[in-house]
């Protein structure tokens, strides 16, 4: 049998109901820091924002840490130890509640306002803990402020342990949108945790000026010439219309060959697949994944 491609709509019988397949991005959980330093109103800001612009409803997430000072009479006497931990448990629990208080005001003026969530986790379970609160959210926004204050942790354990999209971004560095979202890059190469990208920002994608599906060519097998052609037909489908684009990587490391890309192009948002495998329960992530969360130049949106 003679295969037949067509890339128009299928027929739908006259008066029949239309199944509408994508969800909307509804229901967004935004984590808040609390240790050692809150996440800045800047962040919040951004966050509200970026709701706003998806039509989505934000609830936020602030975890209290749990210090367990190691039970030692001596350095009780010499320094204090357990006093120490109860002051740094006191301040997370205050910066807990500050910080939910400028959320709801702002999300509230804004229109977007969900739960106001006050969690408690042990200090070395937080990303854990968040990553359990994310399976029955749409996306999880995580700012990170710095690659040293924490949250890279956080994402990595929300991203490889909730089965659930994570936003990132670092404001000030890599901001979320203002008003509306402009270009998105999807990079693709073919991958099942790139598929897995795509349909999770689909909807987001839907509110886009423009769409660039970005291939990086003679870097891996999958992403050969031509690949992106069917990306392309399939966000059509869902009324997305996206230019395709390939980059030789020419013997230069993908990191740098979608950091020039975005430089190029200069998108709101990059999709992409989060590659990483587990050792000891520590995930080594793949290089075009570690590349961008330590250098990042726009907000990313990661799937595993």
């Known amino acids: 049998?003679?295969?037949?491609?067509?890339?128009?709509?299928?027929?739908?019988?006259?008066?029949?109901?239309?199944?509408?397949?994508?969800?909307?991005?509804?229901?967004?959980?935004?984590?808040?820091?609390?240790?050692?330093?809150?996440?800045?109103?800047?962040?919040?800001?951004?966050?509200?924002?970026?709701?706003?612009?998806?039509?989505?409803?934000?609830?936020?997430?602030?975890?209290?840490?749990?210090?367990?000072?190691?039970?030692?009479?001596?350095?009780?006497?010499?320094?204090?130890?357990s006093q120490m931990a109860l002051e740094e448990e006191q301040k997370s629990r205050r910066f807990c509640a500050a910080a939910l208080e400028a959320f709801a005001s702002r999300a509230g003026e804004a229109g977007v306002l969900g739960e106001v969530i006050h969690g408690k986790a042990d200090l070395y379970a937080v990303g854990a803990y968040v990553a359990e609160r994310s399976r029955t959210r749409d996306l999880c926004i995580v700012p990170v402020v710095d690659q040293f204050d924490g949250q890279r942790s956080v994402v990595e354990a929300v991203v490889f342990g909730s089965g659930r999209p994570v936003l990132t971004f670092r404001p000030g560095v890599a901001d979320l949108p203002v008003g509306g979202l402009g270009t998105i890059v999807l990079a693709w190469d073919g991958s099942r945790t790139a598929a897995r990208a795509m349909a999770d920002a689909l909807p987001v994608m839907q509110t886009a000026r423009e769409v660039r599906v970005l291939t990086v060519t003679n870097e891996k097998p999958s992403a050969h010439s031509g690949v992106g052609t069917e990306v392309a037909r399939h966000l059509a489908a869902h009324g997305v219309n996206a230019v395709v684009e390939e980059v030789d990587a020419g013997g230069r490391r993908i990191g740098m060959v979608l950091e020039e890309s975005l430089a190029e192009h200069r998108p709101d948002l990059l999709v992409m697949g989060a590659y990483g495998r587990s050792r000891a329960r520590e995930f080594i992530l793949g290089g075009a994944t570690e590349h961008m969360l330590r250098n990042p130049k726009v907000p990313l949106l990661l799937s595993h």
């Open 1 to 81: 049998m003679s295969e037949i491609q067509s890339h128009g709509r299928l027929p739908v019988a006259p008066n029949s109901p239309v199944l509408r397949i994508n969800m909307p991005v509804r229901d967004i959980l935004l984590q808040i820091d609390t240790y050692p330093d809150a996440t800045p109103t800047e962040a919040l800001d951004q966050a509200v924002r970026f709701t706003a612009a998806v039509g989505g409803v934000l609830s936020a997430l602030a975890v209290e840490v749990d210090i367990q000072a190691p039970k030692n009479p001596l350095a009780d006497y010499l320094i204090g130890l």
